[in-house]
């Protein structure tokens, strides 16, 4: 009986996601068509926060976020997450306070309906293509410079595993190593448990917390402190989500 109710449960959440996704989708196209590249992106982020919530309401894939006041708004971060769930899009819609350019993979544009925004939002990267990741690398830089806020999971992909945490690549450490930009790091709470990557039927509705971590400053560090930096950072979200779960 429990499978069933689940399966229905999924059912659902997925009509209310396509649903609420057609009714965004005009407004979102208008605002990265019609205005400036970077006020369009903007536009266009404002637009799938609305459906975030909206999609989070609906669902009952309640979200709440803890520690926004660590981050400083008037300057651009490197934000870093765990990514273990297809509801992380939905956490950090809602919880990361400022505009913001996410990394993300190429595959994604291909899912009908959502690729139309994803293309027009995300940073797009085929791993197994140097020139794509030098490319998305470029254009990561390229946000920084102009003021935005750029997030990255460092994991590369959704944490199939049963640790906390996968291996991190090393992409948002150089770049804010290079770019000198304060990474800040945030843990999604219950994701995997909510949604699981691997056992979709075993969704069910519930609480997913965001909690931001310290800010790491990377003022004056080289490119030989990016092994530490990156276990640093590993540590500091490990123990977050462990300490939190």
Same mark, same amino acid.
């Given at each position: 009986?429990?499978k069933?109710?689940?399966a229905?449960?999924?059912i ?11 009714? %965004? &989708? ?5 605002a990265?068509? $019609? &205005? ?6 903007k536009?266009? $982020?404002f637009?799938?926060?609305? +459906?975030a +919530?909206?999609?989070s ?6 979200i709440q ?5 660590l ?6 971060h ?5 990514? *273990? ?19 993300g993979k ?12 994803y293309?027009?939002?995300?940073v797009m990267?085929?791993?197994s293509s140097?020139e794509?990741?030098?490319?998305s690398v470029?254009? &990561?830089k390229? !946000?920084?410079?102009q ?9 590369? %992909? ?7 945490? !996968?291996?991190f690549?090393?992409g948002?450490?150089r ?5 000198? %930009?304060?990474?800040m ?12 990557r691997?056992?979709?039927?075993? !969704?069910?509705? *519930?609480?997913?917390? %965001?909690v931001?971590i310290t ?10 402190d ?10 500091l979200?490990?123990? !977050?989500? &462990?300490?939190?779960?």
């Amino acid at each position: 009986m429990a499978k069933v109710l689940s399966a229905l449960y999924l059912i659902y959440a997925s009509l209310i996601f396509v649903v609420l996704m057609f009714v %965004t &989708l005009p407004f979102f196209l208008l605002a990265t068509a $019609l &205005l400036p590249p970077l006020q369009g992106k903007k536009t266009g $982020l404002f637009f799938l926060r609305c +459906w975030a +919530w909206a999609f989070s309401l609906a669902s009952f894939f309640w979200i709440q976020t803890q520690n926004k006041h660590l981050v400083n708004r008037s300057v651009p971060h490197i934000y870093v997450g765990n990514h *273990g769930s297809y509801l992380d899009a939905v956490a950090v819609c809602i919880s990361i306070p400022q505009y913001f350019s996410p990394l993300g993979k190429v595959e994604m544009a291909k899912v009908p309906v959502f690729g139309w925004m994803y293309r027009r939002i995300v940073v797009m990267i085929d791993r197994s293509s140097k020139e794509s990741r030098e490319q998305s690398v470029n254009a &990561l830089k390229d !946000a920084i410079n102009q003021g935005q806020s750029i997030l990255i999971f460092p994991e590369g %992909t959704m944490n199939k595993s049963e640790k906390p945490l !996968a291996d991190f690549y090393d992409g948002a450490f150089r770049i804010a190593i290079e770019t000198q %930009t304060t990474l800040m790091p945030f843990v999604t709470i219950n994701n995997r448990n909510l949604l699981p990557r691997t056992a979709p039927l075993k !969704a069910h509705p *519930g609480l997913i917390t %965001t909690v931001f971590i310290t800010p790491v400053d990377v003022k004056g560090l080289q490119l030989e402190d990016l092994p530490q930096l990156k276990e640093k950072v590993f540590r500091l979200m490990e123990e !977050a989500i &462990l300490k939190h779960s």
